[in-house]
């Protein structure tokens, strides 16, 4: 309750106090060894937006698992609207109107869009066999699929769409419970800047409506531009909170890591040398009708900057082996070239780091040891056994040179950050020789810190002489990190940037080409 003053009366005139939608009090959780949370509070009004930042490890995703009923506490308590909880099941929270988007994906490739979407609460025809009704189902979710803009159907298989896109519908599951609170986690991780702005709109929509939207990201920018206030999170405590004015994206790194960070871009040792990849007439299945020219040189990390459907990471498929090239020739120093497959680009020293890391770059269940050396086995083995003494030293020097962050090399990688499981697919690149690698959208899920070190790394490899290709849609890092930016539209290249020319503006003329540009900045968050 709460007293005003009655002036005719001199007595105090109590009020009601509504208690806040969603409160957390001093949650901690603990594991063996290990405590992850350290009495966390904080407290969620209706129609907010409240953005919770951290580095990876920090105890975001652990408080939100908890909050989803994913995860029980060691201790504290959970508040809905004053009602007191000591843990939730998954039940309990989406009873209680919590929604989760996880930022590990959890949809059936063998199902459709609706069916995910409506997962367990699909709507039947009345009678004994109580089947699924196929129309019912389609007019439920579609009108969610419109509201995010999506270009694929209610009865599009999951297994057909890019990550993005399933990004989309994991969103859309979440629309689909008419939830009180929203916890979106890294939601725009895979996101384009289009699809970004459209997610930015329906989380403007929902505030509007008095949900409320707990959003986790490592982009800040999106924090900057979405959040009404931030509550800061470093090894597993609460370290501070910022209010809307307050919101400015360097204050927020120096409270998530207790430092500032350098610019992105750290110069070259030396000018780049000489051309270490060629392609001459390239045409890829995404874009027959298209050929690609282009020399990478030694020591320069090339930027891709592009749209969506610009054809970027087609061509790295290419380039690795993955599609079939449909015409023109490669050539790597000097010699022509036949990639028909990954291996046959693995045994010429071109290697691809990709975008999706989990289902592309590792094997979450074997441990970082095996990670390590998994792409280059004959090298640790003698016939059909492997050489553990060997294997373990490379993986232990890797561990060290990459300061992959775990205990033990024997820890399985899917229990490892997003920062540090980055760096177990680099290690097992650079267990080799590379030549070129191609970096697909690098820091995709990575925390500030995490991405300074990806950023680091990727500029030794450049000075030792490495030829480095970025694909990555994250213009402050197109722009902080190259050393030459390639802009692709449509499938071919638009035009290159030399670091005098880099701007948010001349990327976006050459991607959006005659375009109205101004249509095109409004979705670049």
């Known amino acids: 309750m709460s007293g005003s003053g009655d002036p005719r009366s001199g007595k105090a005139r109590l009020y009601p106090v509504t208690p ?30 409240l953005a919770l930042i951290g580095e990876n490890g920090a105890g975001k995703s652990t408080l939100m698992k908890i909050l989803g009923g994913v995860v029980e506490p060691t201790e504290g308590a959970i508040r809905i609207e004053g ?19 996880h930022q590990e994906l959890n949809l059936f490739d063998n199902l459709d869009v609706a069916a995910n979407v409506m997962i367990g609460r699909e709507p039947v ?47 859309a599951k979440a629309l ?37 939207v707990i959003f986790i990201s490592h982009r800040l920018v999106e924090v900057e531009h979405c959040a009404d206030r931030v509550v800061v999170l470093r090894d597993g405590a609460v370290v501070g909170e910022l209010a809307k004015g307050e919101i400015d994206h360097d204050t927020m790194i120096r409270m ?12 070259a040792d030396r000018p780049p040398g000489v051309t270490v990849l060629e392609l001459a007439g390239v045409r890829t299945p995404a874009h027959p009708e298209h050929a690609i020219d282009l020399a990478l040189r030694s020591g320069e990390i090339l930027g891709m900057a592009g749209l969506v459907g610009a054809g970027r990471t087609e061509l790295a498929r290419v380039l690795f082996g993955i599609d079939r090239r449909l015409a023109g020739e490669l050539s790597l120093e000097g010699r022509k070239l036949a990639i028909a497959t990954p291996r046959d680009a693995i045994d010429h020293g071109i290697f691809l780091v990709p975008e999706d890391r989990k289902r592309s770059g590792l094997v979450l269940e074997f441990s970082v040891k095996e990670n390590v050396s998994l792409a280059n086995l004959a090298a640790f083995a003698v016939g059909a056994i492997i050489k553990s003494g060997a294997e373990r030293r490379n993986a232990d020097e890797r561990r060290t040179a990459l300061d992959i962050r775990t205990a033990s090399i024997d820890t399985l990688v899917g229990t490892l950050s997003g920062g540090n499981q980055q760096k177990v697919v680099l290690a097992k690149w650079l267990s080799m020789t590379p030549k070129v690698v191609i970096f697909d959208e690098p820091t995709r899920g990575i925390d500030v810190g995490s991405k300074s070190e990806i950023y680091k790394l990727m500029r030794g490899l450049a000075d030792s002489g490495v030829a480095v290709l970025m694909i990555s849609s994250d213009m402050e890092e197109v722009i902080g990190v190259s050393d030459r930016i390639l802009v692709m539209r449509e499938g071919r290249i638009a035009g290159f940037l030399e670091r005098p020319e880099f701007s948010e503006e001349n990327v976006m003329h050459l991607a959006v080409g005659r375009r109205d540009l101004q249509a095109a900045e409004a979705v670049v968050c």
């Open 20 to 49: 806040p939608l969603l409160e957390l009090a001093s949650v901690s959780k603990s594991y063996p060894g290990v405590r992850a949370l350290d009495r966390v509070s904080l407290k969620v009004e209706r129609g907010e937006v």
């Open 125 to 171: 025809f009345a009678g004994p066999l109580r089947l699924i009704d196929r129309a019912a189902l389609s007019a439920k979710v579609m009108p969610l699929l419109q509201r995010l803009g999506v270009d694929f159907q209610a009865d599009t298989p999951v297994a057909e769409l890019s990550l993005a896109q399933r990004q989309l519908v994991e969103i």
């Open 176 to 212: 689909s419970l008419d939830a009180r609170i929203v916890i979106m986690d890294e939601p725009t991780s895979s996101l384009t800047a289009s699809e970004t702005a459209r997610l930015l709109r329906v989380i403007a929509e929902l505030k509007a409506g008095g949900v409320a």
């Open 83 to 101: 009602v007191e909880h000591r843990s939730l099941s998954v039940a309990g929270a989406m009873a209680a109107g919590i929604a989760f988007v």
């Open 256 to 267: 998530m890591i207790g430092r500032d960070l350098k610019s992105l871009h750290v110069p």
